[in-house]
């Protein structure tokens, strides 16, 4: 009968450390799914998707919404770290997350709150050539702002000088430029900029000028080297912009037959700067629009006139600041229509035998 108890005890026992291993197996494997659960969905991603957490959602509903958004893997997983961790509150609003993101730095971000407006910025694209005023009509189209609020803003005395006194270098020389229609046109760099709702069009008028700095920075020492002013270095820039042809060494090239026009005391002679004297779009130039009276209108005057007449790229920058071929003398250039390419001459018969020849392809 003793023997018996003895026996059912090891019975007994057995079990209960058989359960015991079975639930520390059980844990185990849990708590290693729960970890693996916490870390990132993807840590080499570099998407970032907004989320708009509504006001009461529930701690399942945010976590549904994320695993729907591809945010975390594991809506349970979501819930249990919650517990764990006592977080009993997770705020609404809009957020940026990132399936880069693990579990810690997601909760981090949704107890201490999100914005209550779109964090997804309206795509501004500044393109190489555009104007101030091509810009302020993207701006028009992107946001909830006018073209004439952009312009108003882009002429505002306060902001221009609070950026001339931040950027010497860079806006020393336009400050001092008289006859200017806009005294920020050509500083406003070409590239895509993310305007957000909360921001101003101060705020992203700065953002443009600010990258126009850092993008000339490299080139300030060559620029004073080369005895430039900047805002005579940028009109020139945005004229070889317009003109500067589509084959790789076209704008080098080109710059370099305006620098040997002005050489000579030869008026730079571009069209681009009589169709922004005119202000305003059209195909073709009469007579008379070549003698219209403005500074800008750089068949009737010398130099670089008052400052740009578009937002240059770097591509044209650099092109004046290392033009090619002024050995050569070229004075002058004109393009096949069709095919682009840019023919160069030294003298204006031999410049009218190449229009005379390119007629046929231009007309």
Do not use: C
């Not at 197996?25 to 729960?34: C, M, R």
């Not at 500044?126 to 091509?134: A, N, R």
């Amino acid at each position: 009968m003793e023997k018996e108890n003895k026996s059912g005890q090891k019975k007994i026992l057995t079990i209960i450390i058989g359960i015991i291993v079975l639930a520390g197996v059980i844990l185990g494997v849990g708590y290693g799914f729960l970890k693996v659960q916490q870390k990132p969905l993807n840590p080499n991603s570099k998407k970032e998707i907004e989320i708009n957490v509504p006001y009461n959602s529930s701690s399942q509903e945010i976590g549904n919404l994320l695993v729907d958004k591809k945010i975390i893997k594991n809506e349970f997983a979501f819930k249990v770290y919650l517990k764990t961790h006592h977080i009993n509150e997770l705020k609404a609003g809009y957020y940026m997350f990132s399936p880069a993101m693990d579990l810690v730095t997601i909760t981090q971000k949704l107890t201490k709150g999100g914005s209550p407006h779109s964090l997804i910025g309206k795509k501004i694209v500044v393109y190489e050539g555009s104007s101030i005023l091509q810009v302020a009509k993207e701006i028009e189209v992107k946001t909830k702002y006018t073209s004439q609020e952009f312009l108003n803003a882009v002429q505002d005395e306060h902001l221009i000088n609070e950026l001339a006194q931040k950027y010497p270098q860079l806006l020393g020389s336009a400050m001092q430029a008289t006859n200017v229609r806009y005294r920020l046109e050509g500083y406003l760099f070409p590239a895509t900029y993310h305007f957000y709702r909360k921001e101003t069009l101060q705020e992203l008028i700065k953002e443009m000028v600010a990258k126009t700095n850092t993008e000339l920075k490299p080139y300030y020492a060559e620029i004073a080297k080369q005895g430039w002013k900047v805002q005579d270095l940028m009109a020139l820039a945005s004229i070889v912009q317009y003109e500067g042809g589509s084959h790789k060494d076209d704008a080098r090239k080109i710059a370099g037959v305006f620098l040997n026009r002005v050489e000579i005391g030869m008026p730079l002679q571009s069209d681009v700067t009589v169709h922004y004297a005119l202000n305003k779009p059209q195909d073709q130039l009469s007579y008379a629009d070549l003698k219209v009276d403005s500074p800008y209108n750089l068949y009737i005057h010398r130099g670089y006139g008052p400052g740009p007449i578009d937002n240059p790229g770097l591509k044209a920058i650099k092109a004046v600041l290392n033009p090619m071929d002024r050995d050569k003398k070229y004075i002058y250039f004109i393009a096949n229509i069709k095919t682009g390419k840019v023919y160069y001459s030294k003298t204006f018969a031999q410049h009218q035998e190449l229009t005379q020849k390119l007629s046929k392809y231009n007309d």
